[in-house]
């Protein structure tokens, strides 16, 4: 029902900056709470930030805490993930995520994904 299309990966050096662009189709999009999560390869697809339909959002991981910060744009239907100071364990496939109202915690809770965008960090 809902196709999300992300973009902005790509190939950086440790320390570098990446933003994460993710568009949305359809009308409700402000009644959709939004994730971020990443898999690296052979690891399980964990969380890396989420937000929910009201603008609330929990704490980062531990891993990412304070290097990236989640934000969306109803207007355009957009929610963006700006990435710090990237490390080469960062490196993984990243997907924009959605669920209806409520916020998605874990990979299962997801009801709609995005195909991913690579990143990769070089040491």
């Known amino acids: 029902q809902v196709q999300l299309v992300e973009s902005g990966g790509g190939l950086v050096q440790a320390g570098d900056s990446l933003t994460l662009s993710c568009v949305a189709s359809g009308r409700t999009f402000s009644y959709y709470s939004m994730a971020w999560f990443r898999q690296a390869p052979g690891k399980e697809r964990e969380l890396v930030a989420s937000m929910d339909f009201t603008g609330a959002r929990p704490p980062y991981p531990d891993p990412v805490k304070g290097r990236v910060s989640i934000s969306r744009d109803n207007a355009k239907n957009t ?4 990435m710090n100071s990237l490390k080469p364990e960062d490196t993984a496939v990243y997907y924009c ?5 409520a916020l998605p915690r874990r990979s299962s809770d997801v009801e709609y994904w995005g195909q991913g965008t690579q990143v990769t960090v070089s040491s």
């Open 79 to 82: 929610v963006t993930l700006q």
């Open 97 to 101: 995520a959605a669920r209806w109202r």
